[in-house]
């Protein structure tokens, strides 16, 4: 009787390791699929590389730079006005950023509590919002495209939304690059 007992908790503890072993694996399956979405996720960079990145569409983008959709950016980890803002985007070959829609970044920006200058401001010759390209903002391309005061440059913010405040005020910076 000793010996079946034997036989039986040997199966019964077997059965239990194998199943432990496919739980364990549905697991692993379960945790890459959920935190990790090809083709959208945004991948950052170690340095320059010959070849796209993997999983950023279409990027090679620098070291410290996102490449997300063919296009690289910068999220800065230091506040300045916009003037400056701007200045340190041209320093590096790109512009501040020129968003095609208002919810275009949220996707890598949804944790984040800082506001960050994009590259729209007003001019006073044309009498219109302009993108640092030239192009004037298009309506209902962002948010909210009533700005209160034209003296002052926009601010992408942690909810998605633009907002406009004095540019002279200290606030962070995205910095993009257009590859295509």
Same mark, same amino acid.
């Given at each position: 009787m =000793? =010996?079946?007992q034997t036989t039986l908790w040997r199966l019964i503890s077997g059965m239990l390791g194998v199943t432990a072993l496919v739980l364990m694996a549905i697991l692993g399956i379960?945790? $890459?699929n959920?935190? *990790?979405e090809p083709?959208?996720?945004p991948t950052a960079s170690s340095g320059p590389t010959p =070849?796209?990145?993997k999983d950023s569409g279409c990027c090679s983008c620098q070291? $410290? !730079?996102i490449g997300y959709q063919c296009n690289c950016y910068f999220i800065s980890s230091d506040s300045k006005p916009w003037a400056e803002s701007k200045k340190s985007c041209a320093s590096q070959n790109s512009t501040l950023l020129q968003l095609h829609n208002g919810n275009e970044l949220q996707r890598f920006m949804r944790s984040n509590t800082h506001f960050? !200058? *994009?590259g729209l401001s007003y001019s006073k010759e044309r009498d219109a919002w302009l993108w640092e390209n030239g192009s004037a903002l298009i309506p209902d391309?962002?948010?909210v495209t009533k700005f209160s005061n034209t003296r002052n440059c926009i601010v992408y913010s942690p909810s998605g939304n633009v907002l406009d405040e004095p540019c002279t005020k200290q606030n962070y910076y995205i910095c993009q690059q257009q590859l295509i």
């Open positions: =000793a =010996a079946s379960l945790m $890459k959920t935190f *990790i083709d959208n996720q =070849a796209p990145q070291e $410290k !730079w960050y !200058w *994009i391309q962002l948010p």
